[in-house]
C-alpha cells in the first residue's frame, strides 16, 4: 500500500515537471489586440503563449495599460503591435517595461492608406480589414517566430502556410461575394473609419462620423454635413461596431431613416461563443452580415 502512494507521487512529481518543462520551452508572445494574438496563436500553435493586452469586445484606440501589462511584457520574447499609430500607448508601456525582446510591427510592408485629420496627414491603422494586409500580417509573424526559435521554424512555416492559404481564399471569396452586391446598394454607415481598406480592397463605400480614431467626437456642423451626405448618397443601412460606443450611429440612423443591419467586429474579436472568436471568423462575419443586409429588400 505504501509502496503503491509512493510510485502514484513519484508519477506525480514527474508529470508535473513534464508540464512545467513544457511550458517553460513555450514562446512567450504579447500582442496589442486580440486579433493580433490570435495570429500569433494560429502560427504558433502550442509552442507559444500568447497574452492579448486589449481584450476581446475592447477598444484599441483608447485602451489604458494596466500595471499587469508592464510584467507581461518584461516577461515576454517577442511584441507584436499593429503599428501605424494605433496603439498610441504603446511607446510609454515598452520603455517603462525595460522589454528586451524582438518587436514585430505586424503591418510592416502594408502600402498604408491615409487620411487628413485637424489638417494633419494621418495614416490608417485598421490595415487587417482587408485580408490580403492580414496575410503580410502573418507573414510578419511568421518570420519573427522563426528568427526568435529556429529550432522550430519548420513548424512555424508549415501551420504559416496553411493559416495563409486560409486568408488568400478569404479574400478571394470576399471579392466575389461584393461583386454579387449591386453597386449602388454598397455604401454603408458605420461608427468610425475602421472599413477604409475592406472598402478600397472589395469595392464599398463606407461613411462614419468619427474619424480614423474613437477618441475624437464630432462636431455639430460635421454631423450635419453627415446627414446630408447621407441622405444625397441614399445610404440605407447602418452598423454598430462591436467595440465601441454606439450612439451617434443610431441617432445618425434615426435622423435620416436608415435601419440598422447588425454588429460588424472592426478591431476586436468577440469572446469564444460569439461569431468573431478568431480573425478568419471575424472577417468572414462582416463580409456574410454585409451582404445579407446590403441585399436585403
Ligand atoms: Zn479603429
Given at each position: ?27 512567450k ?11 500569433a ?45 494605433l ?21 510592416k ?18 490595415a ?13 509573424i ?24 486560409e ?111 478568431n480573425?478568419?471568423q ?16
Amino acid at each position: 500500500m505504501r509502496m503503491k502512494r509512493i510510485i502514484m507521487m513519484i508519477v506525480t512529481g514527474l508529470l508535473i515537471g513534464t508540464i512545467q518543462n513544457a511550458q517553460a520551452n513555450t514562446i512567450k508572445i504579447v500582442a496589442t489586440h486580440s486579433i493580433l494574438g490570435d495570429m500569433a496563436q494560429q502560427v504558433g500553435g502550442d509552442r507559444v503563449q500568447v497574452t492579448t493586452l486589449v481584450r476581446v469586445d475592447r477598444d484599441p484606440h483608447t485602451y489604458e495599460p494596466t500595471p499587469a501589462d508592464v510584467r507581461h511584457l518584461r516577461d515576454a520574447k517577442i511584441v507584436i503591435m499593429n503599428g501605424l499609430g494605433l496603439e498610441g500607448w504603446m511607446d510609454r508601456l515598452i520603455s517603462s517595461s525595460g522589454f528586451q525582446g524582438k518587436l514585430v510591427v505586424a503591418s510592416k510592408g502594408v502600402t498604408p492608406r491615409t487620411m487628413t485629420e485637424d489638417d494633419q496627414t494621418i495614416p490608417d491603422p485598421h490595415a487587417w480589414n482587408n485580408a490580403a494586409n492580414g496575410m503580410i500580417y502573418v507573414h510578419n509573424i511568421i518570420q519573427a517566430l522563426v528568427e526568435t526559435d529556429p529550432e522550430q521554424a519548420q513548424s512555424y512555416r508549415s501551420r504559416g502556410d496553411r493559416y495563409l492559404e486560409e486568408l488568400q481564399q478569404l479574400d478571394l471569396w470576399a471579392s466575389r461575394t461584393m461583386q454579387a452586391v449591386p453597386v449602388q446598394k454598397r455604401k454603408v454607415l458605420i461608427s468610425h473609419d475602421a472599413f477604409g481598406y475592406f472598402g478600397d480592397a472589395y469595392g464599398l463605400t463606407f461613411l462614419s462620423p468619427l474619424g480614423i480614431s474613437t477618441e475624437s467626437e464630432p462636431s455639430a456642423g460635421e454631423i450635419a454635413q453627415l446627414i446630408k451626405q447621407i441622405r444625397q448618397e441614399k445610404i440605407e443601412v447602418y452598423f454598430l461596431e462591436s467595440s465601441n460606443d454606439p450612439r451617434i450611429v443610431q441617432q445618425l440612423g434615426k435622423a435620416t431613416g436608415a435601419r440598422a443591419g447588425g454588429t460588424l467586429f472592426v478591431e476586436a474579436l468577440s469572446g469564444p461563443s460569439g461569431p468573431a472568436p478568431n480573425y478568419a471568423q471575424m472577417f468572414r462575419h462582416n463580409v456574410e452580415q454585409l451582404k445579407k443586409v446590403m441585399l436585403a429588400p
